[in-house]
């Protein structure tokens, strides 16, 4: 069995997470998309990923305040 990497994809546009998302569609990545920062801090509590593509200007929290 092959160990994935986890991999978190943050940004507020649908069509960007729907792209990257696509883009790392493998059997080597567990692909996690999440529309926001808030979701993004909650899904990393509770799974903390091996990486973050993470937005920087995204409304409410931004990606600088998720770091």
């Known amino acids: 069995m092959m ?17 990257l998302a696509g883009i790392l569609d493998s059997p080597k990545y567990l ?17 903390p990923p091996d990486i973050i593509l993470l937005d920087i ?4 929290i931004s990606g600088y305040e998720v770091c």
């Open 31 to 47: 692909v996690r998309p999440v529309p926001d920062g808030n979701l993004a801090l909650r899904a990393i509590d509770a799974d």
């Open 3 to 19: 160990n994935q990497a986890n991999v978190l994809v943050v940004d507020d546009t649908p069509a960007n997470l729907r792209l």
């Open 57 to 60: 200007m995204m409304p409410e």
